[in-house]
């Protein structure tokens, strides 16, 4: 088993920075991709990013491309993902969630979620 813990969250005004992290712990050598998926409300859970343990490659949703980064710090087994110039349309549940193997965008191949953490940018 993986247990992921995430932080973080807050509220920001639009243009704003925010930093998330993900500390994973239990059988984490079993673990090949980590990835955050957020979700607003009324709206289905949605890929953000995604991170490749493996070879360190990293992808985006084009929503967020050149405005987030996803990174990783081994010795901590933790993930996190730095949001700047952040927009209205951000605010969401950000969820990390973790997989045994090497895993697309698709919130169905992750074995492992985390509870969630709140992220509101105010307009």
């Known amino acids: 088993q993986v247990q992921l813990v995430e932080s973080g969250g807050g509220l920001v005004q639009a243009g704003g920075s925010l930093r998330l992290s993900c500390a994973a712990s239990g059988r984490t050598f079993n673990i090949h991709t980590m990835a955050w998926f957020r979700q607003a409300p009324g709206k289905e859970r949605e890929f953000v990013a995604r991170?490749?343990?493996?070879?360190?490659?990293?992808n985006y949703a084009d929503s967020v491309k050149g405005r987030f980064t996803i990174s990783r710090d081994n010795a901590k087994n933790t993930v996190y993902l730095q949001m700047n110039s952040l927009k209205h349309e951000d605010t969401a549940v950000y969820y990390c969630?973790?997989?045994?193997?090497?895993?697309?965008?698709?919130?169905?191949?992750?074995?492992?979620w985390g509870q969630g953490t709140q992220v509101t940018v105010s307009s």
């Open positions: 969630a973790a997989a045994v193997q090497v895993q697309g965008p698709y919130r169905s191949g992750f074995d492992y």
């Open positions: 991170f490749i343990w493996g070879d360190g490659s990293t």
